[in-house]
């Protein structure tokens, strides 16, 4: 099974700045890996497929890089509405399909 | 818009079993690999099952094989999963998820169904 290790477990920041959150692969998943969204109450919603492939309908503040074990998502001057629980997930091998722990983003 | 709605979550006694049914509209459904992933209350994602769009190919998370039947109807364009012998341990809120852009099932969940609860206890 592929463990995927999220850091930092809660993130602080006031609106408008950057938060940058971590994703590691205990074995490359190459770029077969994800990122999530979810708000309390709420599904969790793609923004990132491929590694770096924005998708549809999620603002260009949300950025993300990375390749192998090591992945990165950026999301630039944080607005309110970004505020929740962020998942990667590698669906790379399987079965599992794993998922992070999840990194929340609170508001400083 | 592309939708998925999930039926069949209660409350159920350990040792008894559920099925939940996701019914699928506005996009193709026999296309592509579906999924169900789960959630227990304030923890993280845990995906459970996947079949490919073709019903060829079916994966579960070690836990619930045995246990937990995924399957599918394209022409009703419904997902389904049956539960059986359930633990107090498979309480969670239960989302359905349609693959990105693959059939076989591996790839990105772009749709997310809105979850239905399922809380075994007794």
């Known amino acids: 099974e592929i463990v995927m290790t999220q850091s930092p477990d809660t993130l602080s920041v006031s609106p408008g700045e950057s938060a940058t959150l971590s994703c590691r692969a205990s074995?490359?998943?190459?770029?077969?890996l994800a990122w999530y969204q979810q708000k309390p109450g709420q599904a969790p919603r793609l923004l990132i497929y491929?590694?770096?492939a924005g998708a549809t309908g999620v603002p260009a503040r949300f950025s993300a890089s990375g390749s192998g074990t090591a992945f990165t998502l950026t999301i630039t001057s944080v607005q309110s509405e970004d505020f929740g629980v962020y998942y990667c997930q590698q669906y790379n091998y399987g079965p599992p399909i794993t998922f992070g722990q999840g990194t929340r983003l609170d508001n400083k | 818009q592309v939708q998925l709605v999930e039926s069949g979550g209660g409350v159920v006694q350990p040792g008894r079993s559920l099925r939940l049914s996701c019914a699928a509209s506005k996009f193709t459904f026999r296309d592509y690999g579906m999924h169900w992933v789960r959630q227990a209350p304030g923890k993280g994602l845990e995906w459970v099952a996947l079949i490919s769009y073709d019903e060829s190919h079916k994966d579960y998370t070690e836990s619930v094989k045995g246990r937990f039947t995924i399957s599918r109807d394209n022409f009703r364009n419904t997902l389904y999963l049956q539960m059986n012998s359930l633990r107090v341990e498979d309480t969670a809120v239960y989302y359905c998820a349609k693959t990105f852009s693959d059939s076989s099932g591996y790839d990105a969940f772009d749709i997310w169904g809105q979850g239905t609860m399922v809380t075994v206890s007794s």
């Open positions: 074995q490359s998943v190459n770029s077969n």
């Open positions: 491929a590694a770096t």
